[in-house]
Every structure is written in structure tokens, then in C-alpha cells.
């Protein structure tokens, strides 16, 4: 099973700021996920990171708010940009293999 | 559109009784099913997946479910629940070839009373 950690774990960010979440996974994989799970609520899959292309979003997500990095096939970034409140959620990364999840990051935007 | 249904929000059972998780999909093929276990605080861990084959998975920790394509079922059952199992239980599906795009039913809380 793929070992996948995340920086920050958590995190308190006042509104309007960008908060950029690491992913690390310990083997090279091709494809890697983001998903959010906000407060009470089941995950929902924010894009797509594939190595040396454009993140593929999903409906009701947007490159402005959550851009994404995929620098090699071992790491990725998904920043929360000009955040509000709503965007109080954990945010997880998952690697097709498995598939496996990360452990989070506990956003929280005051 | 695809989409995952966990009928029971909440579950509350006693310790070393039986458990079952209900478990429905609404697909128009046979979808590749996950069960994951949140404990509070916690990532999510994978606790069996089907893809084929045996429609009975047996999974980690002790959990084992069962794929009824007649009742487009996944339930997850566990013969003896025990306190450390109290947690959140997210069914899953995915689009075979599309691993990695889940789509997760809302969830059952698991309390177990001692």
C-alpha cells in the first residue's frame, strides 16, 4: 500500500488569505486525487493531478480557487485561494492505487 | 448519474454484537465498491474493495461484505463489534478504469455501547 502524507495537518486562516496543501506519496504513481470533505459532510472530488498536464476539475470546481501543481509523480499541491468560511473543510489526497488517502488537512478560515 | 446510498445515518450496536452497514448503488454497470473506516480525527483507511470474482470480500480488522448485483447491495458486516470500531463508514464507487474517481455515499456513524 502507497504511504501518502500531507502538510499542514491542520490549519486556521483568515479570510481572503491562500493556504497552499503539500501531498507526498512515497511511490511514483501516475494519477493523484483531491477531495474535500466539509464539516458533517461525505467527500467530494475536487480534480484530477496528472504528471506534466492541467489538473481535470470537477463540476463546481474551478482552477481560480483550487489551483493544483503535479511537479513529479511523487508530490502535489492544491492551494485554497481568497478563502471564505464555506471553505472550512478537510481537504485529503488519494492515489489511484488502492485507492489510499492521506491523512488530511483540517482547514479552518475565520 | 452514479450515485451511493448509506440508508442508515446512524447505527448504534453493543459491544461483541453483530454488525451490518447497508450499502445501495445506483450504476449502470458493475462498479468497482470500497468501504473506508474514519475515525475521529483520522484519515481514511480502505477496508476492502470488490472488483470481481467472489461476491463475498473479506476486508482488514475483521470486516467482510457482500456484493449482491440483484439488489445493487454492498454491505459490510462484522461478526463481533468491539469499542474500537466506533467510527464513520463511508461505502464508495467507482467507474471501472476510472480508479480513484470515488464517489462516496454520506456516511454511517458507528457508536458501540460498552
Known amino acids: 500500500s502507497a504511504v501518502i502524507s500531507q502538510k499542514p495537518s491542520r490549519d486556521i486562516c483568515q479570510r481572503g488569505t491562500s493556504l497552499t496543501i503539500q501531498c507526498q506519496v512515497d511511490?511514483?504513481?501516475?494519477?493523484m486525487f483531491w477531495y474535500r470533505q466539509q464539516p458533517g459532510q461525505s467527500l467530494t472530488l475536487i480534480a484530477t493531478?496528472?504528471?506534466?498536464?492541467?489538473?481535470?476539475?470537477e463540476s463546481g470546481f474551478v482552477i481560480d480557487k483550487f489551483p493544483i501543481s503535479r511537479p513529479n509523480l511523487t508530490f502535489s499541491t492544491l492551494t485554497v485561494s481568497n478563502m471564505s468560511p464555506e471553505d472550512s473543510s478537510i481537504y485529503l489526497c488519494?492515489?489511484?492505487?488502492?485507492?489510499?488517502f492521506g491523512p488530511g488537512t483540517r482547514l479552518t478560515v475565520l | 448519474a452514479q450515485s451511493v446510498t448509506q440508508p442508515d445515518i446512524h447505527i448504534t450496536v453493543s459491544e461483541g454484537a453483530s454488525l451490518e452497514l447497508r450499502c445501495n448503488y445506483s450504476y449502470g454497470a458493475t462498479p468497482y465498491l470500497f468501504w473506508y473506516v474514519q475515525s475521529p480525527g483520522q484519515g481514511l483507511q480502505l477496508l476492502l474493495k470488490?472488483?470481481?470474482?467472489?461476491?463475498l470480500v473479506q476486508g482488514i480488522k475483521g470486516f467482510e461484505a457482500e456484493f449482491k448485483r440483484s439488489q445493487s447491495s454492498f454491505n459490510l458486516r462484522k461478526p463481533s463489534v468491539h469499542w474500537s470500531d466506533a467510527a464513520e463508514y463511508f461505502c464508495a464507487v467507482v467507474q471501472p478504469g476510472n480508479t480513484g474517481k470515488l464517489i462516496f455515499g454520506q456516511g454511517t456513524t458507528l457508536q458501540v455501547k460498552p
Open positions: 488519494s492515489v489511484e492505487t488502492g485507492p489510499f
Open positions: 493531478a496528472n504528471q506534466g498536464s492541467e489538473a481535470t476539475y
Open positions: 511511490s511514483q504513481v501516475t494519477m
Open positions: 470488490y472488483f470481481s470474482g467472489d461476491t
